[in-house]
C-alpha cells in the first residue's frame, strides 16, 4: 500500500457516497446516467467474484464489499426507488457497442485464458469506458448540477492516483500489470475534457454548461 | 506466479 493507492481508493469512495448522497437527499437522480451505475455495477461483480476464492486482507476485502454494495444500491435507487425521476430519454448512450467489444478483448488480450482471469481483464476494460454513457448524457443535456461535477472528479482522480501508484510499484516493487496501466490510461485520458472543465469552471463557483 | 494472478489491487 501507497499514499497513492490508498488515496486512490478513498477517491473512488468519496464518489461513490456523493453519488448515493446526492440522490438520496434530492430524491431524484436527474441527470445521472443509469446506465453508466449499471455497468459500474457489472465492473464491480466481475472483478470481485475473487472475495470467493482468495482473501488479501480486512481493508481489501471490506472496501470490496463497500463498493459492490453501493453499486448495487445506487442501481436501485435509480431504477425502483426514485424511477420516476430517472431522465430516461438523455440516456440513450447504446451500451452494447462497449459491452461487446470490450468482452471480445478480454477474451483475446488476458494474462491467463480462465474464466475468473477473463472476467477480471473485462472487469479492467470496462471499468476504462464504463463512464461514457454518463458523459454522453452531459454532451446531450449541455449541462451537470455542480454535486454531479463533484462525483465526477472524484472518480476520474481515482484511477489517475492509480497511474502514480503504478510508477510508485514499477520502481519499488517491480510490479506491472499491463492490462491495468493500458486501461488506466485511457479510462484517465477519458476524463481530460472534464477535468478541464471543472477546473476552470466549477472550482470558479461557476456552473458546468456546454456552450450550445 | 503460474495459473491465476492475484490481484491485489481494486
Known amino acids: 500500500m501507497n499514499i497513492f493507492r490508498l488515496t486512490g481508493d478513498l477517491s473512488h469512495l468519496a464518489a461513490i457516497i456523493i453519488l448515493l448522497l446526492k440522490i438520496w437527499k434530492s430524491r431524484s437522480c436527474a441527470g445521472i446516467s443509469g446506465k453508466s451505475q449499471i455497468l459500474f455495477a457489472i465492473v464491480f461483480t466481475a472483478r470481485y467474484l475473487d472475495l470467493l476464492t482468495s482473501f488479501i486482507s480486512v481493508y481489501n476485502t471490506s472496501m470490496k464489499v463497500i463498493y459492490i454494495g453501493c453499486a448495487y444500491a445506487t442501481v436501485y435507487l435509480i431504477y425502483a426507488k426514485f424511477r420516476a425521476t430517472y431522465d430516461g430519454n438523455h440516456d440513450s448512450f447504446r451500451v452494447e457497442f462497449l459491452v461487446v467489444p470490450v468482452g471480445g478483448l478480454a477474451v483475446l488480450i488476458n494474462h491467463t485464458f480462465s474464466p475468473l482471469e477473463i472476467l477480471w481483464t473485462f472487469s479492467i476494460y470496462l471499468e476504462s469506458v464504463a463512464i461514457l454513457p454518463q458523459l454522453f448524457m452531459i454532451s446531450k443535456t449541455g449541462e451537470a448540477e455542480t454535486i454531479t461535477t463533484h462525483y465526477l472528479f472524484c472518480l476520474g482522480m481515482y484511477r489517475t492516483l492509480y497511474l502514480f501508484n503504478w510508477v510508485w510499484r514499477f520502481y519499488f516493487e517491480g510490479f506491472f500489470d499491463m492490462i491495468a496501466i493500458v486501461a488506466g490510461l485511457v479510462q484517465t485520458v477519458l476524463y481530460c475534457d472534464f477535468f478541464y472543465l471543472y477546473v476552470t469552471k466549477v472550482l470558479k463557483g461557476k456552473k458546468l454548461s456546454l456552450p450550445a | ?10
Open chain 2, 1 to 10: 506466479p503460474e495459473g491465476e494472478a492475484l490481484h491485489d489491487e481494486l
